[in-house]
């Protein structure tokens, strides 16, 4: 029977003492599905999406498991390693650990590029209980013999399908060849596409099954909309959605995703010259800089922040009210986790997504994906009424959409995203 509260897991004092502090009553439903199961040794294959809670739903019984049979690491060595990535979301799993872990003794650290490696290496030397990782840093430090892998008790692959559409898969199977054949592996994933599943055969071990939400279904609560426009018009139309965000009673911050690295530095410096604060994040960035402009936009200090797909997950911020998808993706699932960065945690907020001429495929693919055509936005001086009639005419989600009626769904927005270089 699936527990409905935290005190029903048997879960050590120590958590129930940070659950109790932390006003954690009710396990999300990955969490009343996956601690059990995990608590009793079982490979995990986990599908859910950011936001449902699984970081607690594997460190918790990972934290059990170190606080009731402890034992020294040798050097460099560690018993958890918990794959991720980007660097962001690696920051926010430690930042878990920590949490969940305040009253278990264990050692944690960080690994990932950006920053220099020195306090890395050093952390590793006397070897570490968790070690949470990006694949690139990882891999050098290995590959430097400052990390050694065979005493790794628990494997988390988290973000998979993220993971693989960042060009890692290689990087993930030469990691997976360095553990030790007896260990507890947890995979999580968003999507469960053949290529992930496959993958997820080569790691687990009759695994159990948790899926939560399907892999493409988008939030109620998000207010989406898709406008038909130029790409000359992009920017003008950006600048009319961030005025009447500005002027909103109450103002909330706004991400826009740019396709390339340079597209958002470039769209970041044409937004403060137009007087919208903004910042660009991506993956050219140093950490440094990465983190001061994630802390200056979460302080409202800078409202937007202008990313490329490195922060389609990871960053999980309140507050967020706009997603605007500058550059639709030629990834459909990708719009999901772009979209997603708003109405968190039950809140409410608003999608707005740009399709022009050269986007309309990557339009039909996303409105095939998510099973439902992204409501028009006609109601802004830059639509193109031919444009939009040529995406009717297109099938859409297995069959032809429905010309919605002029004028389109009014102060409401959709999604979209785009993809390109990290």
Known sequence: MTPTEFEALPLAAPLQRVLRELNYTVPSPIQAQAIPLLLRGRDLLGCAQTGT????????????????????????????LVLAPTRELAAQVGKSFTTYGKYVKFRQTLVYGGVGQVPQVNAMRSGVDVLVATPGRLLDLIDQRHIDLSQVEFFVLDEVDRMLDMGFLR???????????????????????????????TILREPAHVSITPETTTAENIDQQICFLSKENKRQL??????????????????????????????????CAAGFPADAIHGNKSQAQREKALDRFKKGLTPVLVAT????????????????????????????????????????????????????????????IIKMPIPRWDDHDWHIETLADQHTRGKTFGRSAPKPSQGGNRGGQRRSYSRGRR
């Open 53 to 80: 809670g699984k970081t607690a739903g594997f460190a918790l019984p990972i934290l059990q498991a170190l606080h009731e049979n402890p034992r020294q690491v040798r050097p460099r060595g560690c018993r958890t």
């Open 171 to 201: 990087d993930v199977k030469r990691i997976v060849s360095m553990l030790p054949a007896r260990r507890q592996s947890l995979f999580f994933s968003a999507t469960l596409a053949p290529n992930i599943v496959e993958l997820a055969h």
């Open 238 to 271: 950006l600048e009319q959605l961030l005025r009447a965000q500005a002027a909103a009673a109450h103002q909330k911050l706004t991400i826009v995703f740019s396709r390339t690295k340079h597209g958002a530095n470039k769209l970041a410096k044409s937004l």
């Open 309 to 368: 797909d490195v922060a389609a997950r990871g960053v999980d911020v309140k507050d967020i009210g706009l997603v605007v998808n500058f550059d639709l993706p030629n990834e459909p699932e990708a719009y999901v986790h772009r979209i997603g960065r708003t109405a968190r945690a039950g809140a409410e907020g608003r999608a707005v997504s740009f399709c022009s001429e050269d986007e309309l495929e990557f339009l039909r693919e996303i409105e095939k």
